[in-house]
């Protein structure tokens, strides 16, 4: 094949000309001012300049209107591409950035600019120090293989979309969702951000929670102050002001129904010492029942009870001057005065019995506080005299006759003017014989001796002083008394004084024939050497 090769002024033309396959085809232009150009010969796209591979296949087509037509890969090695294009349309759907990144150093995206009276920047991004993409706008610094976060103007863009995924979000600012405001750990509305708290296992509302149905799993924890309320006008308020629990009803009544039918209600206190208490409060605050930890009962007034009553174990107590009444119409009352410290048991009701006693073999006990005899039990007639009393040394006071059905043991001190009737067997100590006789201490100590004489008048002599003082031992006291009564058979007796002794009264009153009499022997003195002791004829006896 020829070729032409032909000057047109300035222009070397080449035309038909075939190359061996082993030369180069080489352009060159060795002015350092000049241009190599190509020209075509229009202007509208009908002519072209091309390059073909050995199969004749275009591999680079520039036509003359300036559309370019690459069939193979395009490689830009220069680190600006400038692109003025309006459109730009690309087949790919993927763009692959930063192939030259294998210490991921560089940030991954795109970015443009705009202007709002100063050059600013914003676009999307991966950032490579926090492995997070980000959204920026408002920064005055072009980004160059980073984005600075810190730069000048830089702000969290704001993205308005449809947001759907299935893995986990994270907000590290706040998030407005219409009206419904998520800043950190307070969500709310834009208005009011910290309606509600959140904090491990706790939840803190600070508004009015209305409810229809909720079911907390870990609890409800309010601050003081804060009422949960149920109802419509707020009939049942529960609260805690700072100091107490305050459970308040302010509809209908306030009922605590437990629907188990072998279930118990309890309230149950802190400790098992009077420390804690239940009370039940009039609407002044004062107790009107309080229960204590131990299990004291404690009224303000009276008690009614309609059917039993027990207290299993402890006890049942009421302070002072509060009566408890028992009957239908208050037939039996106790209570304790608290000004004269007395004790009361009193029977009201006229027509009936008091009955003290036992249903069993058991005895019915009286105790008293002391065996000394400072202490007593009494019984009063309806003007408040003494008409009987035994102290507690077991002393014995009546006011007017004795009347004994059967045996009297012991010591019997009565007023002189009392008579004694009917006196029969029991324990005693016998002295028989038909001559005067020495009476031992014994006889005397024993209460009761019965003399018999077959009939004959005989006098007998009490012991000696000494004698006596000796066998009172520790009860030996001037004043202290031995009470003899002296059953006799037939033919009289006439007790004479021991040494140290002296019979007063009625000396003449001796113990008839088939008679009873009782004396009272007294010491007067208990001085060694100087006892002495008195006989007084209290009482006749008769069978």
């Keep these: 094949m020829s070729a032409k090769i032909a000057f047109g002024g300035d222009t070397l033309v080449v035309t038909n000309y075939?190359?061996?396959?082993?030369?180069?085809?080489?352009?060159?232009?060795?002015?350092?001012?000049?241009?190599?150009?190509?020209?075509?010969?229009?202007?509208?796209?009908?002519?072209?300049?091309?390059v073909k591979n050995s199969s004749a296949s275009d591999v680079f087509l520039l036509d003359s209107a300036g559309n370019l037509t690459v069939a193979g890969n395009l490689t830009i090695s220069g680190s600006t591409t400038t692109i003025s294009s309006t459109t730009v349309q690309v087949v790919d759907s993927l763009f692959s950035l930063a192939s030259n990144n294998p210490s991921n150093v560089v940030d991954l995206g795109w970015y443009g600019k705009y202007n709002d009276g100063t050059d600013r920047y914003s676009g999307i991004f991966w950032d490579a120090s926090s492995s997070k993409f980000r959204m920026f706008a408002n920064t005055t610094e072009a980004p160059g293989s980073t984005v600075n976060v810190a730069g000048t103007g830089y702000a969290v863009g704001t993205l308005i979309a449809t947001l759907e995924g299935t893995g986990d979000c994270s907000v590290s600012g706040s998030l407005t969702v219409d009206n419904v405001a998520i800043d950190g750990n307070n969500v709310g509305l834009v208005s009011d951000t910290d309606l509600?708290?959140?904090?491990?296992?706790?939840?803190?509302?600070?508004?009015?929670?209305?409810?229809?149905?909720?079911?907390?799993?870990?609890?409800?924890?309010?601050?003081?102050n804060v009422a949960v309320n149920f109802g419509d006008g707020t009939d049942l308020s529960l609260v805690h002001n700072g100091t107490d629990n305050v459970l308040t009803s302010t509809t209908g009544n306030l009922n605590i129904v437990n629907s188990n039918a072998t279930g118990a209600t309890q309230f149950k206190l802190g400790?098992?010492?009077?420390?804690?208490?239940?009370?039940?409060?009039?609407?002044?605050?004062?107790?009107?029942?309080?229960?204590?930890?131990?299990?004291?009962?404690?009224?303000?007034?009276?008690?009614?009870?309609?059917?039993?009553?027990?207290?299993?174990?402890?006890?049942?107590?009421?302070?002072?001057?509060?009566?408890?009444?028992?009957?239908?119409?208050?037939?039996?009352?106790?209570?304790?005065?608290g000004s004269a410290h007395h004790s009361y048991f009193r029977h009201t009701n006229a027509s009936g019995n008091l009955v003290i006693g036992t249903s069993g073999a058991g005895d019915v006990h009286l105790n008293l506080a002391t065996n000394d005899g400072s202490s007593s039990i009494r019984f009063y007639n309806s003007d408040s005299s003494v008409v009987f009393s035994v102290d507690s040394s077991g002393t014995a006071q009546v006011s007017s006759d004795l009347q004994v059905s059967n045996n009297i043991y012991g010591n019997l001190v009565t007023p002189a003017k009392g008579e004694i009737n009917a006196l029969s067997s029991g324990t005693y100590n016998v002295v028989t014989s038909n001559s005067n006789q020495t009476l031992t201490t014994a006889h005397v100590l024993g209460g009761v001796l019965v003399r018999a004489s077959s009939g004959n008048n005989v006098t007998d002599t009490l012991p000696t002083a000494a004698a006596l003082v000796a066998a009172a031992g520790v009860h030996a006291a001037e004043g202290y008394s031995f009470t003899l009564v002296v059953a006799k058979d037939t033919?009289?007796?006439?007790?004479?004084?021991?040494?140290?002794?002296?019979?007063?009264?009625?000396?003449?009153?001796?113990?008839?024939?088939?008679?009873?009499?009782?004396?009272?022997?007294?010491?007067?003195?208990?001085?060694?050497?100087?006892?002495a002791y008195i006989v007084v004829p209290i009482a006749k006896i008769h069978d």
């Design 271 to 337: 400790t098992n010492t009077s420390a804690t208490s239940f009370k039940v409060t009039n609407n002044s605050d004062s107790a009107l029942l309080t229960v204590n930890g131990a299990g004291a009962v404690s009224l303000a007034t009276s008690l009614a009870v309609g059917s039993a009553l027990s207290a299993t174990s402890s006890s049942l107590k009421l302070s002072d001057d509060i009566h408890g009444y028992y009957g239908n119409s208050n037939d039996l009352e106790i209570y304790h005065d």
């Design 18 to 50: 075939t190359l061996p396959a082993d030369k180069n085809f080489d352009i060159v232009n060795s002015a350092s001012t000049g241009d190599v150009n190509v020209k075509l010969g229009s202007a509208d796209g009908s002519a072209s300049f091309r």
């Design 491 to 531: 033919g009289n007796l006439t007790l004479s004084a021991g040494s140290g002794g002296s019979v007063v009264g009625n000396v003449t009153s001796k113990v008839n024939s088939n008679n009873n009499a009782i004396f009272m022997i007294t010491l007067t003195n208990i001085t060694a050497s100087s006892e």
């Design 196 to 224: 509600i708290e959140l904090s491990e296992n706790n939840v803190r509302i600070n508004g009015t929670l209305t409810t229809n149905y909720l079911v907390p799993i870990d609890g409800i924890n309010l601050p003081d």
